[in-house]
Nanobody
Framework: QVQLVESGGGSVQAGGSLRLSCVTSGYVYNRYYMAWFRQLPGKEREGVATMHPDSRTTYADAVKGRFTVSRDNAKSTLYLQMNSLAPEDSAMYYC????????????????WGQGTQVTVSS
């Protein structure tokens, strides 16, 4: 069974920072490509960031320069460091695992975590 467990969400003021974590098993971490997505109520889920095992990254335009994705191979964990947060970053953030490298399309991901809520107040 594939399990992805996100943590680190919360409420911050605009300009603040949060770091999200996504922990999974070593099997999933090494077999699939992992990424971060987010979804606002009533809107489609959108890709945020992903990192290939060789350290190449893909970011959504809306977060470039503010968010940083990283991996800890020893902990089978994917991180998302979010700086300069703005109210429009408020969303449920999801970790996902799939078979396509460097993709931010929901169609390329088969496994999803339960999500962690990020709320940014102005």
């Amino acid at each position: 069974q594939v399990q992805l467990v996100e943590s680190g969400g919360g409420s911050v003021q605009a300009g603040g920072s949060l770091r999200l974590s996504c922990v999974t098993s070593g099997y999933v971490y090494n077999r699939y490509y992992m990424a971060w997505f987010r979804q606002l109520p009533g809107k489609e889920r959108e890709g945020v960031a992903t990192m290939h095992p060789d350290s190449r990254t893909t970011y959504a335009d809306a977060v470039k320069g503010r968010f940083t994705v990283s991996r800890d191979n020893a902990k089978s964990t994917l991180y998302l460091q979010m700086n300069s947060l703005a109210p429009e970053d408020s969303a449920m953030y999801y970790c996902a695992a799939g078979a396509i490298p460097l993709s931010l399309s929901t169609r390329d991901f088969s496994f999803w975590g339960q999500g962690t809520q990020v709320t940014v107040s102005s």
